[in-house]
């Protein structure tokens, strides 16, 4: 008898489905909440100077007209592959459908080694002081292992590590309130922009690292095979978790603001730290260090996540090679796609520079997000047999008009550090090509329930 099981909109998967509702508002929240608030203030506040919030919000908002067409593609379609699964339905050529897919797993293992070396910074270094990509490799390793044990395991732990890092925000907020109620810290830093600034230039070259913090959205697109009854369960998951990121944010970026000077505050690399011990509230350090090691650190397991399922539904669709479809016989988690994509983000986190790292993240999630937005509007005359969400028709068109305008803000150098990306991405679909047939599984390799 297969294993295979079959959701209420007759979609057939390998995959366990584990993930009920609370459950996947917790995994979009912890990978929103741990990709980058953590270590990015500092280089956002080199941008905006004090005006944190602004840059926060307006990414918010660029996030959510994304968001509403993910809404309405992942219910239509709910299989692993996300972007990519898209894209092939709405232009009906592999090799566009490849590229929006590779765009999408480059970012996702991109974005790994950025939060990887973000581990590896001050935070850690309050514990024991090793070199940052050495604390990197290894823990993507500890990352690696997690992932592999099981879809359920790995959410299991994502619930405990987001309701830690929440609580690590909700203390920065609290702890610069209690600072201003006693006369401390200086409100007016929430309006000041660096010297000699465009304000709107500011807020906008803002926007694009602070869009980081918000990205990880679309990886709750490449578990929804694992998702039980996803076209009720997704959307409210989806927004509810953004909103709720995007409010923590804005007041994080205020309290930064208040408690610490810009010239300050953009020296660190562990920002949210420094906010900390400014405020005089007593908190010990390493309660701290240890809260956003723990925040960070989900934000690459939820990553990584993604980034082996994406890879799975590739190559599943002929796309990767088809190795990388192969899963553990009683685990049921594609444990080849896991090694693969963990290996190659051991290697980015030989670049050492978190800034580049996460703009080259936006930069090819851009990319995915402009066809995401297109795919909604293409895809409206397909109909399927179930009900799903649907978008306004104006929000995927003011997407489209987002990520051109985020596009064309992108650095030469980020521009050539994405290109190497895709043109190795390139190589390997031409190898597909030449091997291309169904993944077969090996009778030891079939899937079967998986065991608690």
């Not at 919030?53 to 996300?82: C, I, M």
């Not at 995401?372 to 397909?382: E, Y």
């Not at 104006?394 to 895709?422: D, E, H, K, R, Y």
């Amino acid at each position: 008898m297969s294993s295979d099981t079959i959701d209420t909109a007759g979609t057939q998967t390998k995959l366990a489905r584990k993930i009920t509702g609370p459950l996947l508002f917790l995994f979009i929240l912890g990978d929103v909440l741990g990709a980058g608030i953590y270590a990015l203030m500092g280089e956002l506040s080199a941008q905006v100077g004090g005006v944190l919030w602004a840059p926060l919000a307006v990414a918010l908002l660029l996030a959510l007209l994304t968001a509403g067409s993910y809404a309405e593609l992942v219910t239509k379609y709910p299989r692993a592959g996300g972007a990519a699964v898209f894209a092939e339905r709405a232009f009906g050529k592999p090799i566009v459908s490849f590229l929006v897919g590779f765009s999408m797993l480059a970012a996702g293992v991109t974005s790994a080694a950025g939060l990887a070396l973000a581990f590896g910074g001050d935070y850690l270094a309050t514990f024991i002081d090793v070199p940052a990509v050495l604390a990197a490799v290894v823990f993507l390793l500890l990352v690696a292992c997690l992932n592999a044990r099981g879809i359920s395991e790995s959410l299991k732990s994502n619930v405990v590590m987001t309701v830690i890092e929440l609580s690590g925000l909700v203390l920065v907020i609290a702890v610069v309130a209690l600072m201003v109620g006693g006369g401390n810290g200086d409100v007016g830093r929430a309006g000041e922009f660096p010297d000699a600034t465009s304000p709107g230039l500011a807020i906008l070259g803002g926007a694009i690292l602070a869009y980081y913090s918000f990205v990880g959205f679309e990886t709750s697109a490449n578990v929804i095979e694992e998702v039980k009854d996803p076209s009720r369960v997704y959307p409210r998951a989806l927004f509810g978790a953004l909103i709720t990121a995007g409010l923590v944010y804005v007041l994080v970026g205020l309290a930064s603001a208040i408690a610490l000077p810009s010239e300050e505050l953009s020296q660190s690399t562990g920002p949210l730290l420094d906010v900390v011990k400014a405020s005089g509230a007593g908190v010990p350090e390493w309660l701290f260090s240890l809260i956003a090691l723990v925040a960070v650190a989900n934000g690459a397991l939820l990553t990584m996540i993604m980034s082996s399922r994406l890879a799975f539904g590739m190559a599943e669709q002929g796309l990767l090679p088809s190795a990388l479809a192969r899963v553990l016989p009683n685990r049921r988690t594609p444990w080849v796609a896991i090694v693969a994509t963990t290996v190659v983000a051991m290697l980015l986190t030989l670049i050492g520079d978190l800034s580049t790292l996460a703009e080259t993240v936006v930069l090819l999630l851009l990319v995915v997000f402009l066809s995401a937005n297109v795919s909604v509007l293409v895809l409206r005359r397909d109909r399927v047999a179930h009900d799903h969400f649907r978008v306004w028709t104006f929000v995927p068109v003011l997407g489209i008009g987002s990520c051109v305008l985020l596009l064309t803000q992108q650095s030469a150098t980020v521009w050539l550090l994405a290109a190497a990306l895709l043109a190795a991405g390139v190589a390997l679909y031409f190898v597909a090509r030449k091997f291309a047939g169904r993944p077969e599984q090996d009778a030891t390799e079939t899937a079967r329930p998986d065991r608690p």
